[in-house]
């Protein structure tokens, strides 16, 4: 196993470009979305796995030799999320086939469940920080820049002064070339060395065994929810709120689609409203006060990015029923017949809409989930 990890550390580019040709091929499997498709499914679910597998090795890749893994929690939540939603489509299409439409939503329920105790669980052991596509990605916060910082101390210029290390160190050179220069490291190496001869033996082992040990790696303390809402008040229960209404928004659709169908209109406004005010609290909370830079919550490049990413996922309500049924499966299918009598472009267009009419008739391919 440590070997396939070093293998997989080492050829991360030629890794993902495998991973997407096999990804992309799997589209083209015949009978993809027939009713007997367990087998491309389970291909699918495998090459799935395996790709969690391997970006699960590659962002836990040791920093430094000797400093163990760059993954802050012990347990692998973002691996177990990513497994959990390859083998949810799976588990979709075997229920469907052996237990029928019905209950194939019993499975679904379990499957979301699960999902949501470990986001959860994740949300809690990273100290209540936005979830990453969905747990998927860790959200680690890039290191600052070493050079700028570790000649500071308390905001103050450090050892190296204003003019930085590189400095001292051309500095000291130039004077090993003067005859002063000499002469004071002289005495200085022959003061080192009798005070050396002069100290016990016992002594010189403990100070070589304390200049080749590490510093301790300092503990950063986790927020706790107590601390969040007594530090941040309203705005930290509001954050709070926001991230656990997406964390459980899939199960709360799929409870209500158990109990009033896929064609009824109650699980998508419902969702819908789950989706709107846990991204309202969100907003309110990180956006700018009367105009300034002042926020509650700072958020990263990286959360901006899935702020960003969460407003793109409004656009599935699109593809759910029974908006899809009523509305855009009309509209694709006019555009596709539209298009038909134009040679290369119809044939894709018509291969296009086959598609998504077929991942629509998935749960899991639209729950944005």
Excluded at 179 to 192: D, V
Excluded at 269 to 286: K, Q
Excluded at 319 to 339: N, S, V
Aim: charged share 20%.
């Amino acid at each position: 196993m440590e070997a396939y990890k070093r293998w997989v550390r080492s050829n991360k580019d030629y890794v993902h470009s495998l991973e997407s040709l096999a990804n992309g091929l799997t589209w083209l499997l015949p009978e993809r979305f027939s009713a007997s498709e367990i087998g491309p499914e389970a291909v699918t679910t495998i090459l799935g796995i395996i790709t969690a597998i391997n970006e699960h090795i590659i962002d836990t890749t040791p920093i430094q030799k000797g400093t163990g893994s760059s993954e802050p929690n012990p347990f692998p939540y973002s691996l177990c999320i990513s497994a959990l939603k390859d083998l949810e489509t799976l588990v979709e299409v075997v229920a469907q086939q052996y237990y029928g439409d019905d209950k194939k939503w019993n499975f679904i329920a379990i499957t979301e469940a699960t999902k949501v105790l470990v986001r959860l669980a994740l949300f809690q052991n990273s100290g209540y920080k936005m979830l990453l596509h969905g747990g998927e990605t860790l959200n680690v916060e890039k290191p600052s820049d070493n050079s700028s910082s570790q000649h500071r101390v308390g905001g103050f210029p450090g050892p190296g002064g204003l003019h930085g290390p590189g400095y001292l160190q051309n500095n000291y050179e130039q004077k090993l070339w003067n005859p002063e220069g000499r002469a004071l490291s002289a005495l200085s190496q022959f003061g080192e060395n009798a005070r050396r001869i002069s100290e016990p033996v016992w002594l010189q082992r403990i100070q070589r065994q304390n200049s080749i040990m590490e510093p301790p790696t300092p503990v950063v303390e986790r927020p706790t929810l107590s601390m969040i809402l007594s530090e941040k008040g309203v705005s930290g229960a509001l954050f709070v709120m926001g991230e656990v209404l997406f964390i459980t928004r899939p199960l709360i659709y799929v409870l209500f689609i158990r109990k009033y169908g896929i064609r009824s209109w109650i699980p998508w406004f419902l969702s819908l409203a789950v989706d709107f005010m846990g991204f309202s609290f969100l907003s309110l909370v990180t956006k700018s006060r009367h105009g300034g830079n002042e926020q509650d919550f700072h958020l990263s490049e990286s959360e901006k990015d899935e702020f960003k990413r969460r407003k793109l996922l409004w656009a599935l309500y699109l593809m759910r029923d029974p908006f899809f049924t009523k509305y855009t499966r009309q509209r694709l299918e006019k555009t596709g017949k539209a298009l038909e009598p134009v040679p290369v472009i119809g044939f894709l267009t018509d291969k296009i809409v086959e598609l998504v009419i077929g991942a629509q008739t998935r749960y899991t391919y639209m729950s944005g989930s």
